[in-house]
């Protein structure tokens, strides 16, 4: 079964350090995403990406962050000047159509956990 | 009103036993509508989409009133292997991005 793929499985980083988090979607998906998820809470979204340039974003995705897709298969979470808040789990996820078209879902990556410290 | 809303839990059940999740949703333009699944610090999985006319996967039945802006989520004889976290799932309006309800904790005990 197609899979999204992410590296790194875990990050531990200084705090204003960059970071970069990289995600593979499946190959013939168009759309891509970012959610992340603080330890206990709920699942938020982040950014949406499709035809190279974001399509929609949240209120949470400032400045701070940016998104890439360098190469045709990358697609790239760039954090700069980490905040000790930024820990959390990342998620890339992907997928094929619309949403509105309803029978395709988003498939998500096993995600990167970031530890700020 | 949050977007969308669950009652955290915990469920806990015995195994054999039928456990019924609910979830409000506040934007009445949403169109897709979906329960994942999430283990432990792993990611959400797609457990089933749920259509108007109700929908059932096996020991799983889902139901969305509009009306009410409601959805359930039924399981019949539950496992141990169904304790996780259950997630309902609604696009924000009718092309936007999927907003999760912080989740529904589900333990299955012998």
């Known amino acids: 079964e197609p899979e999204v793929t992410q590296t790194p499985s875990h990050q531990v980083t200084q705090m204003g350090q960059e970071v970069i988090l990289r995600c593979v979607p499946i190959?013939?998906?168009?759309?891509f995403y970012w959610y992340r998820q603080i330890l206990g809470q709920k699942v938020e979204f982040l950014v949406s990406?499709?035809?190279?340039?974001?399509?929609?974003k949240s209120e949470i995705f400032d400045d701070q962050f940016s998104v890439e897709r360098p190469d045709g298969s990358n697609f790239t979470l760039k954090i700069r000047s980490t905040k000790l808040e930024d820990s959390a789990m990342y998620f890339c996820?992907?997928?094929?159509?619309?949403?509105?078209?309803?029978?395709?879902?988003?498939?998500f990556g096993a995600g990167s956990r970031l530890t700020v410290l | 009103r949050k977007e969308v809303e669950q009652d955290p839990g915990p469920f806990n059940v015995p195994e054999g036993a039928t456990v019924a999740f609910n979830c409000t949703y506040s934007n009445s333009a949403s169109q897709s509508f979906f329960w994942y699944r999430q283990d432990c610090r792993k990611e959400p999985k797609l457990l089933m989409s749920v259509y108007s006319s109700g929908n059932e996967d096996g020991r799983f039945t889902a139901q969305l009133n509009r009306a009410s802006q409601y959805i359930s989520l039924l399981i019949r004889d539950s496992k141990l292997s169904d304790s996780a976290t259950y997630l309902c799932?609604?696009?924000?309006?009718?092309?936007?991005?999927?907003?999760f309800g912080k989740g529904t904790k589900l333990s299955v005990k012998p």
């Open positions: 990406f499709y035809n190279n340039e974001i399509s929609e």
């Open positions: 996820a992907s997928r094929w159509t619309p949403l509105r078209s309803g029978a395709n879902v988003l498939t």
């Open positions: 190959s013939n998906h168009l759309y």
């Open positions: 799932v609604v696009n924000r309006g009718s092309q936007g991005n999927l907003i």
